[in-house]
T-cell receptor, first 115, second 111 residues
Framework: DARVTQTPRHKVTEMGQEVTMRCQPI?????VFWYRQTMMQGLELLAY????????DSGMPKDRFSAEMPDATLATLKIQPSEPRDSAVYFC?????????????FGPGTRLTVL | DAKTTQPPSMDCAEGRAANLPCNHS???????VYWYRQIHSQGPQYIIH???NNETNEMASLIITEDRKSSTLILPHATLRDTAVYYC????????????FGKGITLSVRP
């Protein structure tokens, strides 16, 4: 059963530290999304890639966040330096990028706490 | 993308049908209606989508009004495991276009 995997599942860090979250999309999927979920803002799209190229990162604070896809099996989201307001659950999702509909497969999320 | 409006919450009895409404009065001709759900502490899960015809799959049915300004997601026999936040989203065609999640509707299934 193909699934999106994310590591770590939980991360507690102190303000100012660098945080790297990793995502392995479903094999064969060419589109990868990063979302952030908080109680206040709900589920927000941060960035997404197709064929490893960034298509839209307008939802991401550029000064401290960066997203990359070093290869087709790995997507990373980095925060440097982290701040308490970055505390949230970060979800990665992947999609097949084919056809005309928009089924995205979500990972279990990384729960980030910045103290 | 067109906006959607959903009531904040509803409940239903286990075994009964759950009918979840969604308004999308500004939907345009080539926008699809998608439904996702999020069970507590999990990532969202795709349920179903449609353009203008009613759709059914193993999870649910989607009824879209003829003018496409509203739709209803039907879970025919709700179980306790269907307790979740359900998101109605309108999105343009094109594989993996952006999805904009609103607040959704919290469905509570009671025993």
């Amino acid at each position: 059963d193909a699934r999106v995997t994310q590591t770590p599942r939980h991360k507690v860090t102190e303000m100012g530290q660098e945080v790297t979250m990793r995502c392995q999309p479903i094999l064969g999927h060419n589109t990868v999304f990063w979302y952030r979920q908080t109680m206040m803002q709900g589920l927000e799209l941060l960035a997404y890639f197709r064929n490893r190229a960034p298509l839209d990162d307008s939802g991401m604070p550029k000064d401290r966040f960066s997203a990359e896809m070093p290869d087709a099996t790995l997507a990373t989201l980095k925060i440097q330096p982290s701040e308490p307001r970055d505390s949230a659950v970060y979800f990665c999702a992947s999609g097949p990028g084919q056809g005309t509909y928009n089924e995205q497969f979500f990972g279990p999320g990384t729960r980030l706490t910045v103290l | 993308d067109a906006k959607t409006t959903q009531p904040p919450s509803m409940d239903c009895a286990e075994g009964r049908a759950a009918n979840l409404p969604c308004n999308h009065s500004t939907i345009s001709g080539n926008e699809y209606v998608y439904w996702y759900r999020q069970i507590h502490s999990q990532g969202p899960q795709y349920i179903i989508h449609g353009l203008k015809n009613n759709e059914t799959n193993e999870m649910a049915s989607l009824i879209i009004t003829e003018d496409r300004k509203s739709s209803t997601l039907i879970l025919p026999h709700a179980t306790l495991r269907d307790t979740a936040v359900y998101y109605c989203i309108v999105s343009f065609t094109g594989a993996n276009s952006k999805l904009t999640f609103g607040k959704g509707i919290t469905l509570s299934v009671r025993p």
